[in-house]
């Protein structure tokens, strides 16, 4: 079954401080891997994807298939990080639907 | 348009009625997704299209869901017999064929009193 899992759902942080967005998936084959970012009154918009490498608004996500995880990490949070994050993975290249987490809601105190 | 565009942005609808949201795609994009955002719920499948079929309509909740797509371009999902749980904001997505790259519309936020 294809399922993802994220286990916080709320998520504090002071400015300045490490984050770390835990997402761990279950999938038989090899899945695309995804974070996708709400911001308050936007729409859902994506992040970044594991395939691309690279890093956007300087959050990084590493694809551990030992461990079928795929976190989100930046090294020094912002306020402007605030946002509600959702992993979410779909089926190899091509047009499939998008299985989501439930969601984290990241909060960055000042 | 430049973006995926869905409408109303709200609808107020009393228990028993039907509604229709309307979803704009991005223009070029074959792929089209329904899905639905509940509180504390996260991001639920419902429905997708690749051109005017649906492959994988696997997360409709119940037989009261109904989509359709026509001509590869706007797609209506429809409810019938609203209920009371059925109020959520429901969101509509669009990708290329080779991309799985989905891009989300605002959402309609239906309120089912």
């Known amino acids: 079954a294809q399922r993802v899992t994220q286990p916080e759902k709320l998520l504090s942080v002071f400015k300045g401080a490490p984050v770390e967005l835990k997402c761990n998936y279950s999938?038989?084959?090899?899945?695309?891997l995804f974070w996708y970012v709400q911001y308050s009154r936007q729409r859902l918009q994506l992040l970044l994807r594991h395939i691309s490498r690279e890093s956007i608004k300087g959050f990084t996500a590493d694809l551990n298939k030992g461990e079928t995880s795929f976190h989100l990490k930046k090294p020094f949070a912002q306020e402007e990080d605030s946002a509600m994050y959702y992993c979410?993975?779909?089926?190899?290249?091509?047009?499939?639907?998008?299985?989501f987490g439930q969601g984290t809601r990241l909060t960055i105190n000042p | 348009g430049a973006g995926v565009s869905q409408s109303p942005s709200n609808k107020v609808t009393e228990k028993g009625k039907d509604v229709e949201l309307r979803c704009d795609p991005i223009s070029g994009h074959t792929a089209l997704y329904w899905y639905r955002q509940s509180l504390g719920q996260g991001l639920e499948f419902l429905i997708y299209f690749q051109g005017n079929s649906a492959p994988d309509k696997s997360g409709l909740p119940s037989d009261r869901f109904s989509a359709e797509r026509t001509g590869g371009s706007v797609s209506t999902l429809t409810i019938q017999r609203t209920q009371q749980e059925d109020s959520a904001v429901y969101l509509c997505?669009?990708?290329?064929?080779?991309?799985?790259?989905?891009?989300f519309g605002q959402g309609t936020r239906l309120t089912v009193v």
């Open positions: 999938y038989s084959g090899s899945p695309e």
């Open positions: 997505a669009s990708s290329l064929l080779t991309d799985t790259e989905a891009f």
């Open positions: 979410a993975l779909s089926g190899p290249r091509g047009a499939q639907k998008l299985v």
